[in-house]
């Protein structure tokens, strides 16, 4: 009920192409929905947020999509960049409580 | 803004001391900071919850005697790691949170090796 599950556990993109996490919960409670972006020894860094009364979110080159009914969302990322591999967090909240899904290791080669 | 800081970014301890961690908030005052736990290539397990001026709540199987939190301050917290073992070397991560808001802002993480 807690958890939140999290897929690929990694994900290999051509530069300039989309790259696409998916994440699904069970606990409807849950009112929150924020992705991390985290380096190799470093704290995670929030990178954008959904609350469930809203089906997209486009900020920059990050768009989370969110399906209350399915239960699931999903962070699309276009034109990956090779900044940009590094492990992604989704996560759920609800209360004081922010549950993690397992991470993605996602490398974009150049 | 929404900047948190770690000190020590690591540490290297000698197994039956005590290591204490400090988490800060530069530029916001945080009324809960929370405490994660992160071993390599896994996701961030929560451990505690402390508000500032009372006590710490402990995850389920979170040792608070071995892990003793004080939040004394609204822009400080810390992680008191106890009679530390090689097992509890692990990677530490605080975040805060401001009000009721949901975001929380998370630290650099602090490395823990205990030899």
């Known amino acids: 009920q807690q958890q939140v599950k999290q897929s690929p556990q990694s994900l290999i993109v051509q530069k300039g192409g989309i790259s696409i996490i998916n994440c699904a919960y069970e606990n409807t409670a849950f009112d929150y929905f924020p992705w991390y972006q985290q380096f190799p020894g470093k704290g995670p860094a929030l990178l954008i947020a959904?609350?469930?009364?809203?089906s997209e979110k486009k900020e920059g080159r990050f768009t989370i999509s969110f399906n209350k009914s399915a239960k699931q969302f999903s962070l699309h990322i276009m034109d990956s960049q090779p900044g940009d591999s590094a492990t992604y967090f989704c996560?759920?909240?609800?209360?004081?409580?922010?549950?993690f899904g397992a991470g993605t290791i996602l490398r974009v080669k150049s | 803004g929404a900047v948190v800081s770690q000190h020590p970014s690591w540490v290297i301890c000698k197994s039956g001391t005590s290591v204490k961690i400090e988490c800060r908030s530069l530029d916001f005052q945080a009324t809960t900071m929370f405490w994660y736990r992160q071993f390599p290539k896994q996701s961030l397990m929560l451990m505690a919850t402390?508000?500032?001026?009372?006590?710490?709540?402990?995850e389920q199987g979170v040792e608070k005697d071995k892990f003793l939190i004080n939040h004394a301050s609204l822009t400080l917290s810390t992680l008191t790691v106890t009679s530390a073992h090689p097992e509890d070397s692990s990677f530490y991560i605080c975040?805060?949170?401001?009000?009721?808001?949901?975001?929380?802002?998370f630290g650099p993480g602090t490395r823990l090796t205990v030899t």
């Open positions: 975040s805060a949170r401001v009000g009721a808001r949901h975001e929380q802002y």
């Open positions: 996560a759920a909240a609800y209360g004081n409580k922010l549950v």
């Open positions: 402390s508000n500032e001026g009372s006590k710490a709540t402990y």
């Open positions: 959904i609350r469930p009364d809203v």
